[in-house]
Each structure stands twice: as structure tokens, then as C-alpha cells.
């Protein structure tokens, strides 16, 4: 039995299937001595390398784990920095097997709800066009709205990467009356697309500018409105098959979450959150203050 190349080495917890396709593109991957291509299929039997490295194919199927992380502004999607900023991945818990994949991303800017999973398969649909997984957002924008420029933006606007629209837009028009009709306003919006800062150029669009992006819900998932921002809580075995039925995959029967850690968040654990979020900043300012001491010595 044979599978695309691409769904193998998603499974085996390197990345999403549609991150795969792009090592496989940038020639990063070579199935028995040759360098592999979009659309080639592979056996068990098959001498997979990643970037030289023999892949060593697990025979242990790891159990499917998801993450909700509160990402605060300032935080980029990417696993390491060249620059030392920080990034999603630096608090994130040891994994056994695989690695945590990011399920869609967040702008630097934009903060709020961001699910990590192991799970190349469920990555890969919850993130896929085709599945249209809905998405919300809270989003303060700064100017004029009136009741056209929300009908306009529910029907749809041609951007440059293709036409967008938002599915609901939740809040009130600016008063005719107001005299200050570029106050700042909230709305809650959703949309079925994680197009690149794609909320913001809708607004853009209409000649309104965001002052502030949370992402609230992802499909059937809502952002813990307790958990702190910087802090991650791992999702029940309940949630995890409520996302995996949400774009028609089998269940999972197992959980590496601990019974007395289920449930809302009480005090302690919220404690405990907000000393660990701390104390990896203050080491992270400390490490930054070291390199450019030694920088400065170099000098």
C-alpha cells in the first residue's frame, strides 16, 4: 500500500501536509536516492531523506494533541528568529513524537487564539480551503463605518490576491450623529479563509484602519477567556474530536491530559500560568541583555 509522499512525512509530525509540499517543491526531499516530486507515492519500504537526513519512520501512531495558546502581540509565527525576537514556539511544552505545527497563523501584530497539534492530517484540514473552517475575530477598527460599508464588506471586496467578504459582522454602524466619526469601534467578524493579514485589508478596503486583532474562535474552538496572554492549556479529549469531526476525521480514543487538570481554570492553575509566562520573560530580556554585552565586548 502506497501513500502520497507528502501525507507520510505530515504523520510523521515534521509539519502540515501543505508545509511538506513546499520541502518537496524546494527539492529538500528524496525517496531511495532520488530527489522526490508533487504527486510521488511511497511504500514502508521506501529511503526517505530530509535534506539529507535518513527519515526514521515511526511505527508508534502518537496520540493526537492539540494546544490553545493566547498569543499576545509581538509574537511571530516561526520557529526560530535570526533576530532573537519571540516567537509562539518558545514556551511551548516537550513532545514525545512529532513536533507541535501551528495551525494557521497570526501576524505579529494580531494576538488571541492560535492551536498547535501534532497532527499533520488535522493541521493540514483544519487549515485546507476546501474544509471552510470558520474563523472569528474581535477587531477595534478606527473610522467611519456606516451601515453600506458593513453590507459591502459582507457581500464582498476584490483585493488583490482575489475577491474576500467576511460571513457575519457583529456591531453597530457609527451614529449619523456623532461628532467624532472616527472614534474607535468594535466589531466581531467571521470568515472561512486565513488569507495573508486578510481582515485588516478588508477593513483597509473600506478606508477604515484596525487598532487592535484578537482571533476569538477557530471552528468549534473559543479562546478561554481567563487563560493569560503568553499561556497554553492543552484541549480535552472532548474538543480534540469536536475539531477532528468538525472536517470528518475518525476519533481519537486516548488523551495525554491529566484528570485533575480538566475542567476551567481555577485560581491555582492560573497562578502558576501567569509566574511561568513571567519568569520566561525576565530570561528572555536577560539572555538579550548577555548577547549584547558580549556584543559590546567584541567591539
Not at 467571521?190 to 485588516?200: A, F, H, P
Request: charged letters at 30%.
Amino acid at each position: 500500500m502506497t501513500e502520497k509522499l507528502q501525507k507520510v512525512l505530515a504523520n510523521q509530525g515534521l509539519g502540515s501536509r501543505r508545509e511538506m509540499e513546499r520541502w518537496i517543491d524546494d527539492g529538500r526531499v528524496s525517496v531511495d536516492g532520488t530527489v522526490a516530486t508533487l504527486g510521488d507515492r511511497v511504500d514502508n519500504t521506501a529511503n526517505i531523506r530530509v535534506d539529507g537526513h535518513l527519515l526514521s519512520r515511526q511505527t508508534e501512531q502518537p496520540v493526537c494533541r492539540v494546544l490553545m495558546y493566547n498569543k499576545p502581540e509581538g509574537e511571530l509565527c516561526s520557529r526560530h528568529d535570526p533576530e532573537g525576537r519571540d516567537t509562539v514556539f518558545d514556551r511551548l511544552p516537550a513532545i514525545r513524537l512529532g513536533r507541535w505545527i501551528t495551525v494557521g497563523r497570526l501576524d505579529m501584530n494580531t494576538s488571541g487564539l492560535l492551536l498547535f497539534t501534532n497532527d499533520g492530517e488535522l493541521a493540514n484540514r483544519l487549515m485546507h480551503p476546501k474544509c471552510e473552517v470558520e474563523r472569528e475575530y474581535a477587531v477595534r477598527v478606527f473610522g467611519e463605518v456606516t451601515g453600506k460599508t458593513i453590507s459591502t464588506l459582507k457581500k464582498g471586496v476584490q483585493l488583490e490576491d482575489g475577491e474576500a467578504k467576511f460571513l457575519t459582522v457583529s456591531g453597530a454602524p457609527t451614529p449619523q450623529l456623532s461628532e467624532d466619526e472616527s472614534m474607535n469601534r468594535w466589531y466581531n467578524v467571521t470568515l472561512k479563509e486565513g488569507r495573508n493579514r486578510e481582515v485588516r485589508r478588508l477593513w483597509e478596503s473600506q478606508g477604515v484602519q484596525v487598532s487592535r486583532l484578537i482571533r476569538v474562535k477557530y471552528g468549534p474552538i473559543e479562546l478561554q477567556k481567563r487563560l493569560p496572554q503568553g499561556a497554553w492549556v492543552e484541549l480535552e479529549l472532548s474538543d480534540v474530536n469536536a475539531l477532528r469531526k468538525h472536517v470528518q476525521l475518525t476519533e481519537e480514543t486516548q488523551t495525554m491530559v491529566n484528570v485533575n487538570q480538566q475542567g476551567k481554570l481555577d485560581h491555582v492553575r492560573l497562578s502558576r500560568m501567569r509566574r511561568s509566562v513571567k519568569k520566561h520573560k525576565v530570561r528572555k530580556q536577560q539572555g538579550l541583555k548577555n548577547r549584547v554585552g558580549r556584543a559590546t565586548k567584541r567591539k
